[in-house]
């Protein structure tokens, strides 16, 4: 049985993602309200053309309104067979789908830092830096991977060419190798990182499994056996502020160096924190808290001072 979500996201996959009203009756109802609720799914302008379902043929017609007495509107087809034939409105219905608002809920349920910023309308977005074992990548979405202008538009952005390839999250169906050249990034596809219904959540084990050793497995040599309890989950939390202030720190020396000030990368929130070291908010507040964690809290406490962070030797 497919996923209740299939259809939206083979939707997406098109140039022009709208829903008409019988596909948008296949969609279950709550997802389509919450849908709705997030506005990723719009009411747009009505259908010009309906299939006729009077005969058997389903034939696709031209749609005429006229006016009635009462200021209403009434709208009909012409069919071969059964000539004039009515038509209610709510046929006539059509659902958009708002990408930047699909795109702005997926990265705000990442908890990437660095913000979102559209590089090409519809097509491409970067959505900042996910921290996930203590490694920093940057973190793409894109769209129309398979279409045939899709090197063209979406590998030609230096965001996507960059000396470490990013992870890149794919709306609609994947690209072939082919499509990087030498520099092959991680792709994944959003739909089986973001689950989709009356609460929308990310599926960051499906990235920790794709990412693998990858991302999750230490750069250099064995390291000491982690503590158990709290003293482990402050060894994680150091590790993932140790990430965050290098990713900041090159952020900020890139800047420099295009002539421009350099800027802080907003630092990860304790609930940020929390999601990436798989601990609650109120334990990430009393590791920061504790005694032992002294590292720890000058990691926090240097993610904003811009000086301190471009002087970082971590």
């Not at 309308?121 to 973190?139: M, T």
Request: net charge positive.
């Amino acid at each position: 049985m497919p996923e209740p979500a299939a259809l939206f996201w083979d939707r997406v996959d098109l140039r022009e993602p709208v829903f008409n009203a019988d596909e948008w009756a296949r969609l279950p109802a709550a997802l389509r309200g919450a849908l709705v609720e997030a506005g990723i799914l719009e009411r747009t302008a009505n259908a010009r053309q309906v299939a006729c379902d009077a005969c058997d043929t389903g034939h696709i017609e031209k749609v005429f309104d006229v006016p009635s007495p009462d200021g209403s509107r009434r709208f009909y087809i012409q069919c071969p067979e059964n000539g004039r034939v009515p038509v209610e409105e709510e046929r006539l219905f059509r659902w958009a789908v708002n990408l930047d608002a699909l795109v702005g809920l997926a990265a705000g349920l990442l908890g990437a830092t660095g913000g979102l910023e559209q590089l090409v309308p519809g097509r491409v977005w970067a959505a900042g830096r996910l921290v996930r074992g203590g490694v920093s990548r940057k973190v793409i979405i894109a769209r129309g991977l398979t279409w045939v202008d899709a090197s063209a538009v979406v590998t030609a952005s230096q965001h996507v060419r960059v000396a470490t390839p990013p992870l890149v999250l794919v709306i609609g169906r994947a690209p072939t190798e082919d499509l990087w050249g030498s520099k092959v990034p991680t792709v994944v596809p959003l739909e089986q990182v973001l689950h989709l219904g009356p609460t929308a959540a990310v599926r960051m084990e499906t990235l920790d499994e794709t990412l693998g050793a990858e991302v999750l497995q230490p750069a250099r040599g064995k390291r000491k056996a982690r503590r158990s309890g709290r003293a482990a989950t402050i060894d994680r939390l150091t590790d993932l502020l140790r990430a965050h202030l290098r990713a900041a720190r090159d952020h900020a020396h890139t800047l420099v160096q295009r002539r421009r000030p350099p800027e802080l990368l907003p630092r990860p929130t304790q609930a940020q924190l929390a999601r990436q070291a798989g601990a609650t908010e109120a334990t990430v507040s009393r590791c920061l808290a504790d005694a032992n964690a002294k590292e720890l809290r000058i990691l926090w406490h240097a993610a904003e001072d811009i000086e301190q962070v471009m002087s970082f030797k971590g």
